[in-house]
T-cell receptor, first 111, second 112 residues
Framework: EDQVTQSPEALRLQEGESSSLNCSYT??????LFWYRQDPGKGPEFLFT???AGEEKEKERLKATLTKKESFLHITAPKPEDSATYLC????????????FGDGTTLTVKP | NAGVTQTPKFQVLKTGQSMTLQCAQD?????MSWYRQDPGMGLRLIHY???????DQGEVPNGYNVSRSTTEDFPLRLLSAAPSQTSVYFC???????????FGPGTRLTVT
């Protein structure tokens, strides 16, 4: 059974204080790992897809990296508007159509 | 493009009532899924479809039915509502297995 564990559950940062969110996964053949951002009362929005170990993707203050067992979402010099819940999901090569999500990390950035 | 649309946005049901949550997408995506999200938790897959006429169960399918008669629509039916089904329901679509999912705005369901 595919499993995704995200840590920490909640993270509070001061504006400008860089940090990382972790997504550990167990999957039978990783097809892709996805990061989403979810604002309160809204549906998740796509951020990144990573397909193989060693891959990195960047967007503004966010950078996602992937190893064979985990992914990190690095946030550099965060701003209050980066406050949201960040969700990680894996797509296995053996479960067509099924994605498994972690419980998310809720990030709060104080000005 | 409207993307993924869901109706209604809010619904209150009494225990034992049935209803259908509507989901439509205008991106011609083959894959569609229904998730539920409970407070402080991630998304749990209820049912999914890899194309018109093809559906399968996710990790929490009990009490829910789906059908996929067209590429655009993927309704979720609650057969006999129970308080345990109080949750926020999200519909999502994607082009294929390697692609990101696009989510609707959600339906907040309360069962009393």
């Amino acid at each position: 059974e595919d499993q995704v564990t995200q840590s920490p559950e909640a993270l509070r940062l001061q504006e400008g204080e860089s940090s990382s969110l972790n997504c550990s996964y167990t999957v039978s053949g990783l097809r892709g790992l996805f990061w989403y951002r979810q604002d309160p009362g809204k549906g998740p929005e796509f951020l990144f897809t990573l397909y193989s170990a060693g891959e990195e993707k960047e967007k503004e203050r966010l950078k996602a990296t992937l190893t064979k067992k985990e992914s990190f979402l690095h946030i550099t010099a965060p701003k209050p508007e980066d406050s949201a819940t960040y969700l990680c999901a894996v797509q296995a090569s053996t479960n067509a159509g099924k994605s498994t999500f972690g419980d998310g990390t809720t990030l709060t950035v104080k000005p | 493009n409207a993307g993924v649309t869901q109706t209604p946005k809010f619904q209150v049901l009494k225990t034992g009532q049935s209803m259908t949550l509507q989901c439509a997408q205008d991106m011609n995506h083959e894959y569609m899924s229904w998730y539920r999200q409970d407070p402080g938790m991630g998304l749990r897959l209820i049912h999914y479809s890899v194309g018109a006429g093809i559906t399968d169960q996710g990790e929490v399918p009990n009490g829910y039915n789906v059908s996929r008669s067209t590429t655009e629509d993927f309704p979720l039916r609650l057969l006999s509502a129970a308080p345990s089904q109080t949750s926020v329901y999200f519909c999502a679509s994607r082009k294929g297995i390697d692609y990101e999912q696009y989510f609707g705005p959600g339906t907040r369901l309360t069962v009393t």
